[in-house]
């Protein structure tokens, strides 16, 4: 495998990218007992290709050929991300980089370096050493080049955002104390690019510092608006973890958030209130309502929305008791018969609802009838008084059952609609 690697590296006619990933490759390759076997030959083929012959000394810059320059960057990024079966970087690596960053020269070279020795600073910034000394020269080479790109800084400050960068991958790695005051400070660099490195680089280390996160979200709502609010609010409306925003409970920034939330600030973007509202939602998680921070006008808005619902309330249920009032009038009194009999009923069960007002019974009056002589199979026509009225029928007797009763039908109801009653006949 590692001779295929190694002429593919040192062919010019592939593309610069195939040859990177060739190292990359080469640099993940190990041997019995964890033995960098393929980081070593690595490092032999930078040598081999950038070295001075016979001499510890790198060759003096030359970026002409842009293949070449890309392939020695791959080269370089390889060798840090070179890991061991503890996850750990191999001491080889952190040499190797120690040796290419003090050995860079670029005094005849017509183009700049800065891109490259940003490649160097990062690549030390991503060793994972278990070596305390090695870890101490990555901090004294990260402190020395942010100290001389204040002096003599270079193309818009990138070897101060490199360095914040490194300096923040391993405060979270836990190597060393953890200093967000550097990073702080770089906020009020004048450079705009190394303010939101900083920024970045705080928002990163909220995770462990409760004091980052609480100065990442006062720059975020500071009045007036600073040049990287809108990024600072997306960048923390991206964080997926909810112990990061438990942190800001309570903060005192929160009643600006909600301003912010509510106006979307002097500018009145879409998206700043969009992320404002993330992150407000985020502080208080919407299973959480108990204890949960309310300002003044989140607090009056929710007063006057209950005040409405209570007044809709009593409005209903005045509505409901008007209709009543309005169908117990309809109702007309009961007779003085029904007002005796509901007054002897006994108490319903339901005691809470009103007795219903049913129709009194009709109480049909007696029919008096005039004494007549009926034979059977016979029609015959009798007078009934009924109601202080006479009524005419004509009557056929049908059966006689006994000898003073007998069964009749009459033909009651109008010519159109006649209709036939069985009664029972007594002959007075």
Same mark, same amino acid.
């Given at each position: 495998?590692?001779?295929?690697?190694?002429?593919?590296?040192?062919?010019?006619?592939?593309?610069?990218?195939?040859?990177?990933?060739?190292?990359?490759?080469?640099?993940?390759?190990?041997?019995?007992?964890?033995?960098?076997?393929?980081?070593?030959?690595?490092?032999?083929?930078?040598?081999?290709? /950038?070295?001075?012959?016979?001499?510890?000394?790198?060759?003096?810059?030359?970026? /002409?050929?842009?293949?070449?320059?890309?392939?020695?960057?791959?080269?370089?990024?390889?060798?840090?991300?070179?890991?061991?079966?503890?996850?750990?970087?191999?001491?080889?690596?952190?040499?190797?980089?120690?040796?290419?960053?003090?050995?860079?020269?670029?005094?005849?070279?017509? /183009?700049?370096?800065?891109?490259?020795?940003?490649?160097?600073?990062?690549?030390?910034?991503?060793?994972?050493?278990?070596?305390?000394?090695?870890?101490?020269?990555?901090?004294?080479?990260?402190?020395?080049?942010?100290?001389?790109?204040?002096?003599?800084?270079?193309?818009?400050?990138?070897?101060?955002?490199?360095?914040?960068?490194?300096?923040?991958?391993?405060?979270?790695?836990?190597?060393?104390?953890?200093?967000?005051?550097?990073?702080?400070?770089?906020?009020?660099?004048?450079?705009?690019?190394?303010?939101?490195?900083?920024?970045?680089?705080?928002?990163?280390?909220?995770?462990?510092?409760?004091?980052?996160?609480?100065?990442?979200?006062?720059?975020?709502?500071?009045?007036?608006?600073?040049?990287?609010?809108?990024k600072v609010l997306l960048l923390l409306a991206a964080i997926v973890s909810n112990d990061y925003f438990s942190k800001l409970r309570g903060s005192s920034a929160l009643p600006?958030? /909600?301003?912010?939330?509510?106006?979307?600030?002097?500018?009145?973007?879409?998206?700043?209130?969009?992320?404002?509202?993330?992150?407000?939602?985020?502080?208080?998680?919407?299973? @959480?309502?108990?204890?949960?921070?309310?300002?003044?006008?989140?607090?009056?808005?929710?007063?006057?929305?209950?005040?409405?619902?209570?007044?809709?309330?009593?409005?209903?249920?005045?509505?409901?008791?008007?209709?009543?009032?309005?169908?117990?009038?309809?109702?007309?009194?009961?007779?003085?018969?029904?007002?005796?009999?509901?007054?002897?009923?006994?108490?319903?069960?339901?005691?809470?609802?009103?007795?219903?007002?049913?129709?009194?019974?009709?109480?049909?009056?007696?029919?008096?009838?005039?004494?007549?002589?009926?034979?059977?199979?016979?029609?015959?026509?009798?007078?009934?008084?009924?109601?202080?009225?006479?009524?005419?029928?004509?009557?056929?007797?049908?059966?006689?059952?006994? @000898?003073?009763?007998?069964?009749?039908?009459?033909?009651?109801?109008?010519?159109?609609?006649?209709?036939?009653?069985?009664?029972?006949?007594?002959?007075?």
């Open positions: 495998m590692l001779p295929a690697l190694e002429k593919i590296i040192r062919n010019e006619n592939y593309f610069y990218e195939v040859r990177a990933g060739a190292a990359s490759s080469m640099a993940k390759v190990f041997g019995k007992h964890s033995d960098p076997i393929g980081l070593k030959k690595l490092i032999q083929i930078f040598k081999s290709l /950038w070295q001075e012959p016979g001499s510890a000394h790198l060759k003096a810059n030359d970026f /002409w050929d842009v293949s070449q320059y890309y392939v020695k960057r791959g080269v370089i990024a390889a060798v840090a991300q070179s890991r061991d079966s503890r996850n750990q970087t191999p001491v080889e690596a952190a040499d190797f980089l120690f040796m290419v960053l003090n050995n860079n020269d670029n005094t005849d070279n017509s /183009w700049s370096d800065t891109e490259f020795v940003v490649g160097i600073l990062k690549a030390l910034g991503s060793l994972r050493l278990a070596n305390r000394e090695a870890q101490l020269r990555v901090l004294e080479q990260l402190n020395r080049h942010l100290l001389m790109d204040r002096f003599v800084p270079s193309v818009h400050s990138r070897i101060t955002q490199a360095c914040l960068q490194s300096l923040c991958e391993i405060m979270l790695d836990g190597h060393v104390k953890l200093d967000r005051q550097l990073f702080i400070d770089a906020v009020s660099d004048q450079e705009l690019a190394v303010q939101e490195v900083a920024l970045e680089c705080l928002v990163r280390l909220g995770n462990r510092d409760k004091d980052a996160a609480e100065y990442v979200l006062q720059y975020a709502v500071a009045s007036p608006p600073r040049p990287h609010q809108q600006k958030l /909600w301003e912010l939330m509510m106006t979307g600030g002097p500018s009145q973007l879409a998206r700043l209130k969009l992320s404002a509202i993330k992150v407000y939602n985020r502080v208080y998680n919407f299973s @959480k309502s108990a204890s949960v921070f309310l300002p003044t006008a989140q607090a009056q808005a929710q007063s006057s929305h209950k005040q409405k619902k209570r007044k809709k309330q009593e409005h209903k249920e005045e509505r409901v008791e008007r209709h009543e009032n309005h169908d117990r009038k309809r109702h007309k009194p009961p007779r003085p018969e029904r007002q005796q009999a509901m007054s002897s009923a006994p108490t319903p069960a339901r005691a809470s609802q009103e007795p219903r007002c049913e129709p009194p019974p009709v109480v049909k009056p007696a029919v008096r009838v005039c004494a007549v002589e009926l034979q059977p199979s016979e029609r015959h026509r009798i007078v009934l008084e009924r109601d202080s009225r006479s009524y005419e029928w004509n009557v056929t007797c049908v059966e006689q059952k006994a @000898k003073q009763t007998m069964t009749v039908f009459l033909k009651v109801g109008s010519k159109k609609r006649p209709c036939r009653r069985k009664a029972a006949w007594k002959d007075s």
